[in-house]
Structure formats: structure tokens, C-alpha cells
């Protein structure tokens, strides 16, 4: 059943629900949760064994708008790219963006929709897998289908011993010609800050103004470029209005450092995703022959701020039964805070 056609079923009833546990002023104490096990159960509950479907134009300016973010010098920025121009890896993740009125987001400003229940309210992206379809790209002027389901949900431990719960979603992407891509995301959800940690603390002061750049470094060490890229908050506040995304750590200084107590605003996961695979393409896919992705998994370890200068590499390659798998890792310093592994194949 598709619950996006069905406005007046169950999704509208799960978000009212959400929103009203997720709403002190509306919450009474029997409907928020201490129990990181009875959230995650509630909400199985709740979405379990539903999909939802949502169909859409993949249309050529949200690419360029994407490609001009970023800051990608290529034909894809100079102008809107014609039907028949297939989506770079990862690039889907601008499409198909949250539709809820802003009374339904969370207080953070985050989207709701596949929220576990209060307290557990804080999202962060974990982690996750792609597997494209190398005989299937999305393209410009497709109209394509995307079927969303909740896999599973889990209590975990953090490693503070904190509650916390695992959120697991995937997502299919059905093209005219057939399924072409499956994108399966980890969510994990925390409770509030009980009060501005004292770090939050970060001084507040002038934030100089930041330009985004990337910049391409060879060494002896390795054979494989390292990239070194830096993004401004104004690129980020750009991600977040591509991607329809008001979570408020991407944006609003404030919020940022006062509530959340994190030193600046956080680049999104998925952006750092789309830089990883462009990497991969830049570095990788005309190696030895044009090599396609058929897939991806990646785990993110730790945030990324605006201002601060990161780098992508290249860990190891290795052949392994027709396919190459590409490690790759993203850190800041020797800080890792994320690593992927991509696997390709040859083009035939």
C-alpha cells in the first residue's frame, strides 16, 4: 500500500503521533518513552512491513544546482544538463526530499517522517550501503520510483552507555527501465541534551569568513591522489536547501554551539558521501580502463565542521573475483570520520 497516496491513512497518523510525543506541550508523561527497547518496539509497530512510495521528475537544475555547490568546474554547472544525462554516484540524494509542513519537523528543525518515538529524538546519519545497477543509471527526465521501508529497529549503547536507538531504512529506486539503484541507511537516535554541555561552550566569537575549496595533492608515499577539501557555511546552507533538509546543526550557528554543543555548524553525511564517490570517479574509474560502481558501504565515525580542512584518500585496493574493492577514508588530521569501501567492476 502506498502511504504517500493514501494522505489520509496510516503515514498521517504516524506523524501525528510523533508529533505529539515528540511535543512537550502536548506530551503527557505516559506517552514518552525512558526505554530505548519499548521506542524502538513502538515504532516497528508502527511502520513495519509498510512502504512508502513516492514518485518524481529527476530534473536537470537540481543537478546543476548541485554540481555548482559543489564547486565541480564541469559541464554539469555551466548550464541545465539535457534529458539522457545520467546521475553522477550519489547525486539521488538531492531528489526525493522530505515533505512535511514545518509544524511536523522536530524541534531541531529535522525531519520526522521515520522518527523513532520521544525521547529518542535526535537524528544522526550512521552509516550505511548503495548498490547501483551498472546496466540501469538514474537520468535526467526520468520519472522515477522511490519505495521507502523501515527494515529493523534496535536499543543500542553508546559508548557512554547512553540509550540510543538503530534505525535501519531502505530505499529502491525504480527507473522506466527498472530498478536501478537500493539505498540502504542507518539512522541513529539519541535523546535531548539534558542542558547546553559546558563545552557548548565553544567561545562564542567571530567566525572568519570561509570559502569552500578542494584541492587535489599527490605524494611519494602513494600512487593515489589525496584530496583536501573545506566547506563554508553559506556551501552548507546551500546543501541544506538542495536537500530541503532544516535540521538546524547544518545551518544555524546558534543552535549549533548552544544546544547541541558541537564547535561549529556539521557538514551533512550525505554531502561528505557525494564527495567520497566523487573522489572514487576523479581518482579511480578510468584506472586500468573505465570501471563502473556497483556498489558501496560506509560508516561515518565522526563530524566534520565547517571551516576545518579534511582529506580523502585511498587505503587499499584489491582484486577479488572479476570485482575491485576501493578502501577509502575520510579524516580530519588523524581523525577518522568515515570510512568506505566501493565495489567495481570492469565495463564490458
Not at 512502504?51 to 544546482?65: A, E
Not at 521515520?114 to 537524528?123: H, L
Amino acid at each position: 500500500m502506498s502511504l504517500f497516496r493514501r494522505p489520509d491513512g496510516i503515514l498521517r497518523s504516524v506523524r501525528t503521533r510523533w508529533f505529539m510525543m515528540s511535543n512537550p506541550c502536548q506530551a503527557s508523561g505516559r506517552h514518552i518513552h525512558t526505554s530505548a527497547q519499548i521506542a524502538a518496539s513502538e515504532l516497528l509497530t508502527q511502520v513495519k512491513g509498510h512502504k512508502f512510495t513516492r514518485r518524481q521528475f529527476l530534473d536537470g537544475n537540481q543537478l546543476q544546482k548541485l554540481s555548482l555547490t559543489l564547486g565541480r568546474r564541469t559541464e554539469l554547472s555551466t548550464e541545465e544538463p539535457p534529458d539522457g544525462t545520467p546521475l553522477p554516484y550519489g547525486y539521488h540524494l538531492v531528489y526525493f526530499t522530505p515533505s512535511q509542513f514545518e509544524s511536523f519537523l522536530g524541534a531541531d528543525g529535522s525531519d520526522t517522517t521515520f522518527n523513532s518515538p520521544a525521547p529518542f529524538t535526535r537524528r544522526m546519519w550512521a552509516g550505511g550501503e548503495m548498490e547501483w545497477n551498472p546496466d540501469i543509471p538514474l537520468k535526467i527526465g526520468d520519472r522515477v520510483e522511490e519505495t521507502t521501508e523501515i527494515l529493523d529497529a534496535k536499543a543500542k549503547k553508546s559508548r557512554d552507555g547512553s540509550e540510543m536507538i538503530l534505525v535501519d531504512v531502505e530505499k529502491r529506486f525504480v527507473a522506466p527501465q527498472g530498478l536501478a539503484l537500493t539505498d540502504r541507511r542507518s539512522w541513529i537516535f539519541r535523546q535531548p541534551l539534558a542542558a547546553p554541555p559546558p563545552a557548548s561552550s565553544s567561545p562564542i566569537g567571530t567566525i572568519l569568513p570561509t570559502k569552500s575549496h578542494i584541492e587535489d595533492v599527490s605524494s611519494p608515499e602513494t600512487e593515489f591522489i589525496t584530496r583536501r577539501l573545506v566547506w563554508s557555511p553559506v556551501a552548507l546552507f546551500q546543501f541544506s536547501a538542495l536537500t530541503f533538509n532544516a535540521h538546524m546543526i547544518h545551518f544555524n550557528e546558534s543552535w549549533t554551539r548552544q544546544v547541541e554543543g558541537h564547535p561549529n555548524v556539521v557538514v551533512h553525511g550525505p554531502l561528505n558521501l557525494i564527495n567520497l564517490m566523487n573522489y572514487w570517479r576523479d581518482c579511480h574509474a578510468h584506472q586500468g580502463g573505465e570501471v563502473r560502481a556497483k556498489g558501496i558501504t560506509y560508516r561515518a565515525l565522526s563530524p566534520l565542521y565547517a571551516g576545518e580542512e579534511y582529506t580523502i584518500g585511498t587505503e587499499s585496493v584489491e582484486d577479488s573475483g572479476g570485482e575491485t574493492r576501493y578502501g577509502l577514508v575520510v579524516k580530519r588530521g588523524d581523525v577518522v570520520c568515515m570510512r568506505g569501501e566501493v565495489m567495481g567492476v570492469k565495463s564490458s
